[in-house]
């Protein structure tokens, strides 16, 4: 079988493992470091994927940049040729009106390439047929095209993001293999910076923290937010009514030196609202601005601003299902879509893992031979059989107990959806200071978010459209009993849920224990977030399990739905 990776260096490094019509699966470097949102060069990843595929043939490598980008964990050691350093915009109009009539673009692109291939031949020991690099914006365009759609239908794709390959935002028609750029907004004219710029002003990490912000921007009000509104945030960006696109007054480069020099004086969560606000404003008028040129076509969505989920509330709400949200849009999205463009060349669909279940998996055998390797726990089975422990699990949820479930593939992108998961009781309120407290030690306004079972979602939550629903990127307002039944699973002050919707088909084994529970305590929920350490990335390996339960007071963890064991410590005298 002939296999192809598409590589992403940068921000949540990452590759996707790929044949000519089957996405066979996509790992994060993060998930060898441990380094959350790891950019060094995905090394580990590629020799995880050789050794476990045997793979000494390759028939393409494609690069997700037009630029080829080498980083050892968050350090810069080696870029492609540098672009100049404009200061003017327009003397940036007329040198890259001169660089594109001259070449030098495409000069750049094809040192970058040849870099990169130099780089992989030195590196390892696997025969290429083909080398290829593709552009930034047109990953992402093709990661939400492949990942969700019907590749005989005509789409719009609309990406937002920090920037990359020179671009913010795009939008582009998309039909089959054929990509048309109609618009974009440069790299100084973006959206996700600003976002990015107010999260670091603010003292959070930018490229981390901005889903920090986006959860406290609901405490705030708008009378009490709308001097910084319109006097700051609306007097920087705006849609450009010729292109349709987001432009700024200063350069992108230059928001964090602005913002600082004008939030003096202004409560945090004052400006957490007047940005999320600024920003639902210019998402909701370009995607306004476009879908009146394009009334006929479905909208695809992606690029890191569609983590957002206040946002996509928003926009499901005026469109409904002409909208479809990319699930975790970020760059961690590049290499499916290059992999997506790839396979669209001859195929009008692409096979996929269930959900985003396209991590490494492992055997409870040797699950347990990791957890073996500590010297100040033992970990004691009390329960044997899928059943009998998925019985337990959920009697011992029930009782306010928190545990994990290890169980399967590993989930790619940044949501639990079930497989990597801390769970709890989504009624009691004691649950989720358990799981702050204890295990994740997040900010406490930041909510926890549900897994609802399919067939239920109607009694908790209000919704208007069904598709996406199973990744956790949207948000939904609940109803009074979803307000009592999801009370630790709900943002507290305006009552929205960012649930996962689970139909059995999609993970029986986490679906059956959520119906265990259900038939225990009449809440068809369960309280889900992600598995690991506040600050580390989405547990992958036996090893980062055995991180996590050491380095948390998890007692419990469900593995592979075969085993119920408990951590228990060992009395040293």
Same mark, same amino acid.
């Given at each position: 079988?002939?296999?192809?990776?598409?590589?992403?260096?940068?921000?949540?490094?990452?590759?996707?493992?790929?044949?000519?019509?089957?996405?066979?699966?996509?790992?994060?470097?993060?998930?060898?470091?441990?380094?959350?949102?790891?950019?060094?060069?995905?090394?580990?990843?590629?020799?995880?994927?050789?050794?476990?595929?045997?793979?000494?043939?390759?028939?393409?490598?494609?690069?997700?940049?037009?630029?080829?980008?080498?980083?050892?964990?968050?350090?810069?050691?080696?870029?492609?040729?540098?672009?100049?350093?404009?200061?003017?915009?327009?003397?940036?109009?007329?040198?890259?009106?001169?660089?594109?009539?001259?070449?030098?673009?495409?000069?750049?692109?094809?040192?970058?390439?040849?870099?990169?291939?130099?780089?992989?031949?030195?590196?390892?020991?696997?025969?290429?047929?083909?080398?290829?690099?593709?552009?930034?914006?047109?990953?992402?365009?093709?990661?939400?095209?492949?990942?969700?759609?019907?590749?005989?239908?005509?789409?719009?794709?609309?990406?937002?993001?920090?920037?990359?390959?020179?671009?913010?935002?795009?939008?582009?028609?998309?039909?089959?293999?054929?990509?048309?750029?109609?618009?974009?907004?440069?790299?100084?004219?973006?959206?996700?910076?600003?976002?990015?710029?107010?999260?670091?002003?603010?003292?959070? $990490? $930018?490229?981390?923290?901005?889903?920090?912000?986006?959860?406290?921007?609901?405490?705030?009000?708008?009378?009490?937010?709308? $001097?910084?509104?319109?006097?700051?945030?609306?007097?920087?960006?705006?849609?450009?009514?010729?292109?349709?696109?987001?432009?700024?007054?200063?350069?992108?480069?230059?928001?964090?030196?602005?913002?600082?020099?004008?939030?003096?004086?202004?409560?945090?969560?004052?400006?957490?609202?007047?940005?999320?606000?600024?920003?639902?404003?210019?998402?909701?008028?370009?995607?306004?601005?476009?879908?009146?040129?394009?009334?006929?076509?479905?909208?695809?969505?992606?690029?890191?601003?569609?983590?957002?989920? $206040?946002?996509?509330?928003?926009?499901?709400?005026?469109?409904?299902?002409?909208?479809?949200?990319? !699930?975790?849009?970020?760059?961690?999205?590049?290499?499916?879509?290059?992999?997506?463009?790839?396979?669209?060349?001859?195929?009008?669909?692409?096979?996929?893992?269930?959900?985003?279940?396209?991590?490494?998996?492992?055997?409870?055998?040797?699950?347990?031979?990791?957890?073996?390797?500590?010297?100040?726990?033992?970990?004691?089975?009390?329960?044997?059989?899928?059943?009998?422990?998925?019985?337990?699990?959920?009697?011992?949820?029930?009782?306010?107990?928190?545990?994990?479930?290890?169980?399967?593939?590993?989930?790619?992108?940044?949501?639990?959806?079930?497989?990597?998961?801390?769970?709890?009781?989504?009624?009691?309120?004691?649950?989720?200071?358990?799981?702050?407290?204890?295990?994740?030690?997040?900010?406490?306004?930041?909510?926890?978010?549900?897994?609802?079972?399919?067939?239920?979602?109607?009694?908790?939550?209000?919704?208007?459209?069904?598709?996406?629903?199973?990744?956790?990127?949207?948000?939904?307002?609940?109803?009074?009993?979803?307000?009592?039944?999801?009370?630790?699973?709900?943002?507290?002050?305006?009552?929205?849920?960012?649930?996962?919707?689970?139909?059995?088909?999609?993970?029986?084994?986490?679906?059956?224990?959520?119906?265990?529970?259900?038939?225990?305590?009449?809440?068809?929920?369960?309280?889900?977030?992600?598995?690991?350490?506040?600050?580390? !990335?989405?547990?992958?390996?036996?090893?980062?399990?055995?991180?996590?339960?050491?380095?948390?007071?998890?007692?419990?963890?469900?593995?592979?739905?075969?085993?119920?064991?408990?951590?228990?410590?060992?009395?040293?005298?």
């Amino acid at each position: 079988m002939a296999y192809s990776i598409a590589i992403h260096s940068g921000h949540n490094s990452n590759v996707c493992f790929f044949t000519s019509n089957q996405i066979i699966e996509v790992i994060a470097e993060e998930k060898f470091s441990n380094i959350k949102d790891d950019n060094s060069f995905p090394k580990q990843s590629i020799e995880y994927l050789k050794k476990k595929y045997s793979i000494d043939i390759l028939e393409n490598v494609i690069f997700c940049s037009k630029r080829f980008w080498i980083h050892k964990h968050n350090k810069e050691l080696f870029t492609g040729p540098p672009t100049t350093r404009i200061f003017f915009k327009s003397l940036e109009n007329i040198i890259n009106f001169a660089k594109i009539r001259l070449g030098y673009n495409s000069y750049l692109n094809k040192r970058s390439l040849l870099n990169g291939i130099n780089f992989f031949k030195n590196n390892f020991h696997i025969k290429v047929k083909k080398f290829s690099s593709m552009d930034h914006h047109k990953c992402h365009a093709f990661s939400a095209y492949g990942f969700l759609c019907n590749l005989n239908n005509k789409y719009l794709s609309i990406v937002i993001d920090g920037q990359g390959d020179g671009k913010s935002t795009s939008i582009s028609l998309i039909d089959g293999n054929s990509y048309e750029l109609l618009s974009f907004s440069n790299w100084y004219n973006s959206l996700g910076e600003l976002y990015s710029a107010t999260t670091k002003a603010l003292g959070f $990490k $930018k490229l981390q923290h901005e889903y920090k912000i986006m959860g406290l921007a609901a405490y705030s009000e708008e009378k009490y937010f709308s $001097k910084i509104y319109k006097n700051i945030f609306k007097k920087l960006m705006y849609l450009d009514q010729n292109t349709g696109v987001p432009k700024s007054k200063i350069s992108s480069r230059d928001f964090e030196k602005y913002l600082l020099s004008k939030f003096k004086g202004f409560r945090f969560d004052s400006i957490a609202g007047a940005l999320q606000k600024t920003v639902e404003d210019l998402v909701m008028n370009t995607f306004e601005y476009w879908k009146n040129k394009y009334p006929d076509l479905k909208i695809i969505y992606s690029g890191g601003v569609v983590m957002n989920v $206040k946002i996509n509330k928003l926009l499901s709400e005026k469109f409904g299902d002409d909208i479809i949200f990319m !699930p975790s849009g970020g760059d961690e999205s590049l290499s499916i879509g290059a992999a997506s463009y790839f396979i669209s060349q001859n195929h009008t669909s692409i096979k996929l893992p269930k959900l985003t279940y396209y991590g490494p998996s492992f055997e409870t055998s040797k699950i347990m031979d990791a957890l073996s390797k500590t010297n100040n726990y033992s970990f004691d089975i009390i329960c044997e059989g899928k059943k009998n422990s998925i019985d337990e699990a959920a009697n011992l949820i029930s009782k306010g107990e928190i545990l994990c479930r290890y169980s399967g593939a590993t989930e790619w992108g940044a949501r639990s959806l079930g497989n990597r998961a801390i769970l709890a009781d989504p009624s009691n309120f004691d649950s989720f200071n358990k799981v702050n407290n204890y295990i994740k030690m997040r900010d406490f306004w930041m909510p926890f978010a549900p897994t609802i079972l399919f067939e239920y979602k109607d009694k908790y939550l209000y919704f208007y459209g069904e598709q996406n629903n199973q990744y956790m990127v949207n948000a939904f307002d609940s109803t009074e009993e979803g307000q009592q039944k999801l009370k630790a699973a709900i943002h507290s002050k305006d009552k929205t849920v960012r649930a996962q919707i689970l139909k059995q088909d999609d993970n029986p084994g986490y679906y059956n224990l959520i119906k265990q529970f259900y038939e225990i305590s009449g809440i068809p929920a369960l309280l889900n977030t992600s598995l690991n350490v506040h600050g580390y !990335p989405l547990v992958s390996s036996p090893e980062q399990l055995l991180f996590t339960l050491e380095n948390s007071q998890l007692d419990y963890c469900l593995i592979n739905d075969e085993i119920l064991i408990k951590k228990v410590l060992i009395n040293r005298k």
